[in-house]
């Protein structure tokens, strides 16, 4: 392995691909078709073969540079006792489901079958013998590549909570500092970049609730929020910067404030291009509190699409047909984007090793006319931000891990292109301009609209109560001077962050496990109720707490069976 990546002088860019790794919490909460399992698939088919693909570009003399968010509920899980014997389960089972396919196989005659299920069977025996050789331990492996400089991890917000529609700040802070806590203890360093759920962003300015829930009022610009945590720098959608506003401008050595016309007159400068950093300030008189990276849209289509992109292309892996009623594995192609189900052809590995090279060579090519488009435009290096969902690679798209190494391969050895991470390249290269954003996410028509609509808006209901009972009891119970009170309201704050998670209403809202997602909400909402009127009976009479009733003390337990993440709950989280 090199000590350092190669020196580019005559480098026009940086490249920086970052992938969003998160699932919900689902430890203790069923297997499948919801809950576990997709904990382990994700594992199998993304977290490990990604971390192998760093390994091989080592083993290959390349330098790969790779920004990965693991965000603080993801982390929890795979840090957890549960879900490490959970997954050595799931492995030995998918061997062996593998094993048992080839005697169906054999049985019926095709040779081509039981080949495929052969390599299934190896995939998972070489990823259960990886998976023992770091220790059983995804995050510490990840972290070790951090250590080695060819991976930067973001955190984020404990649960994925979406902030922007969120009721209090408090309630957003705590979110921010829970998150920042867990992954600070699990991975042994604080991280400087943050993704911000849902790339979902709300400037400074007046607020309007989604619900008829108080009255609208002014609020600042989450990027204040993260950066009061010691946050550098966090990513959004690419309309967030090119519909941005100027606020303020480095010349001659010094700051100074712009009109929002600023970014009109002088595109040569860069303003409002996702090829450069921005810093971010939505008060209107300030210097950056943070900076931002946005999603290159040009270069990344082709990538996320399913319907355009290069995951849809004949020749790989279809995701949806499977052999046999449960858990079954795959051995059929695309064959084509219209093609049904019942008319997919068998898979043949051998045929995608041509067609990954096209995909690569393609991308790679955006790339660089990316990067000379915007030194054409401007005069300066630019960067191309590439932000994907981690799963899209490996588990959606079988062969996505493979296009990531040949990507990185390509690019190490390109002398026009230079593989960073993100804070590699803040650090590099000197951000001139500061910009006011405007609201807005990665979601459907880049706005809130998957996260609040007439199927989810309920929730929001409920989670603003939940979120002023805490808020209140936080405040009015002496819980610094009883611990009992103290012990209940950590697991309530362990119930809010859980509840808060944005997962729910999104698979709620795509139809994708609407019973499940409804199902694991109302729990966590369940249980919070039960927790903070059991602190405040308790905090009432000190007596209380030996007269718990045979329920009590079971809904007490059931909770701390179920839910065993973020052991270490601190109440001042919620403090302003």
Not at 177 to 197: C, D, H, N, T, Y
Request: some cysteine.
């Amino acid at each position: 392995m090199p000590d350092a990546p190669p020196d580019k002088p005559n480098a026009i860019g940086s490249f920086c691909l970052v992938l969003h790794g998160h699932l919900p919490y689902v430890l203790h909460h069923g297997t499948w078709p919801h809950g576990e399992d997709w904990l382990y698939e994700a594992a199998a088919e993304t977290y490990l073969p990604i971390l192998a693909m760093l390994d091989a570009c080592e083993y290959l003399n390349a330098f790969p540079k790779l920004t990965m968010g693991l965000t603080p509920v993801l982390l929890e899980q795979l840090h957890h006792e549960h879900f490490k014997k959970g997954f050595e389960h799931y492995l030995n089972d998918r061997a062996e489901k593998a094993r048992q396919d080839q005697k169906e196989f054999d049985k019926i005659g095709n040779g081509h079958l039981k080949w495929l299920a052969e390599r299934w069977e190896q995939m998972f025996t070489k990823l259960l013998a990886q998976f023992e050789d770091i220790g059983r331990d995804i995050p510490k492996a990840y972290a070790e590549h951090v250590k080695a400089g060819r991976v930067e991890l973001l955190t984020s917000n404990a649960t994925h909570a979406y902030m922007p529609l969120m009721l209090n700040d408090a309630s957003i802070r705590a979110q921010i500092r829970a998150g920042v806590a867990s992954s600070e203890r699990i991975l042994g360093f604080k991280p400087g970049g943050m993704w911000f759920p849902e790339c979902a962003y709300r400037p400074n300015g007046q607020w309007h609730p989604p619900i008829q829930w108080g009255h609208p009022h002014n609020r600042c610009g989450l990027e204040h929020l993260a950066a009061d945590e010691g946050i550098h720098h966090f990513f959004v959608e690419s309309h967030l910067v090119t519909e941005s506003k100027s606020e303020q401008v480095f010349n001659d050595g010094m700051w100074c404030k712009v009109g929002w016309d600023e970014a009109a007159k002088y595109p040569h400068r860069g303003w409002r291009s996702v090829n450069e950093g921005h810093g971010v300030n939505s008060d209107g008189n300030g210097l950056a509190r943070l900076w931002v990276l946005a999603r290159d849209q040009e270069a990344c289509e082709k990538v996320w699409s399913g319907d355009i992109g290069y995951p849809a292309s004949g020749e790989y892996l279809e995701f949806h047909k499977q052999w046999g009623p449960r858990r079954g594995l795959r051995y059929w192609k695309i064959t084509g984007a219209k093609t049904d189900l019942g008319d997919k052809h068998l898979y043949y590995p051998q045929d995608v090793e041509g067609k990954l090279h096209e995909h690569v060579s393609h991308f790679c090519s955006v790339i660089k006319q990316r990067l000379h488009h915007h030194r054409n435009l401007t005069g300066r290096n630019g960067v191309v931000v590439a932000t994907f969902d981690a799963e899209l690679f490996g588990h959606w798209w079988h062969e996505g891990v493979d296009f990531i190494k040949n990507v990185m391969l390509s690019l190490n050895s390109d002398p026009e292109v230079k593989l960073q991470t993100s804070m590699e390249y803040l650090h590099d290269v000197f951000v001139d301009k500061v910009v006011t954003l405007p609201e807005g996410s990665w979601g459907e028509e880049g706005d809130h609209r998957v996260w609040t609509n007439d199927q989810v808006n309920w929730m929001w209901e409920i989670e603003y109560r939940c979120e002023s009972t805490f808020g209140r009891l936080t405040h009015e119970l002496d819980w610094e001077n009883n611990k009992e009170v103290e012990s209940l309201l950590k697991k309530a704050g362990r119930e809010l962050l859980l509840l808060q998670a944005s997962d729910w209403p999104f698979v709620i809202r795509r139809g994708q496990a609407v019973d499940y997602g409804i199902k694991r909400y109302m729990q966590h909402v369940s249980r919070f109720e039960t927790l903070t009127d059991l602190a405040e009976k308790v905090a009432q009479d000190s007596k209380y707490l030996g007269g718990l009733t045979e329920v009590e003390k079971h809904e007490i337990a059931d909770a701390d069976l179920h839910d065993v993440i973020f052991p270490e709950i601190d109440l001042n989280w919620w403090s302003v």
